[in-house]
């Protein structure tokens, strides 16, 4: 079981900056992806970026250049900084580790946080 525990988000104008963290506890395995899925009302879930194993990052197309996610191993926590932040970046995000094992993959939520953005 992996335990998630996040924070940041908030009420922010267009244009500027938020930071999430994401600490994770439990059993993590050496080959995990961890990031941020968010969710705008209507919406299906997507993903924000997410870091595998520490090292490889993904992020949306929606996000390029404007969000940064980092991760401290030695914590076991990420970090998504979110730049320049825009009206339709407003939703809940869902902080996301995925464990890799010989199986299926395991994903695991956090409770959720939410971040609006005023025009």
């Known amino acids: 079981q992996v335990h998630l525990v996040e924070s940041g988000g908030g009420l922010v104008q267009a244009g500027g900056s938020l930071r999430l963290s994401c600490a994770a506890s439990?059993?993590?395995?050496?080959?995990?992806?961890m990031g941020w899925y968010r969710q705008a009302p209507g919406k299906q879930r997507e993903l924000v970026a997410n870091?595998?194993?520490?090292?490889?990052?993904n992020y949306a197309d929606s996000v390029k250049g404007r969000f940064t996610i980092s991760r401290d191993n030695a914590k076991n926590t990420v970090y998504l900084q979110m730049n320049s932040l825009k009206p339709e970046d407003t939703g809940v995000y869902y902080c996301?580790?995925?464990?890799?094992?010989?199986?299926?993959?395991?994903?695991?939520w956090g409770q959720g946080t939410q971040v609006t953005v005023s025009a």
């Open positions: 870091i595998v194993s520490g090292a490889y990052t």
């Open positions: 996301n580790t995925r464990n890799y094992g010989l199986g299926p993959p395991v994903d695991y």
């Open positions: 439990g059993n993590i395995f050496s080959i995990n992806a």
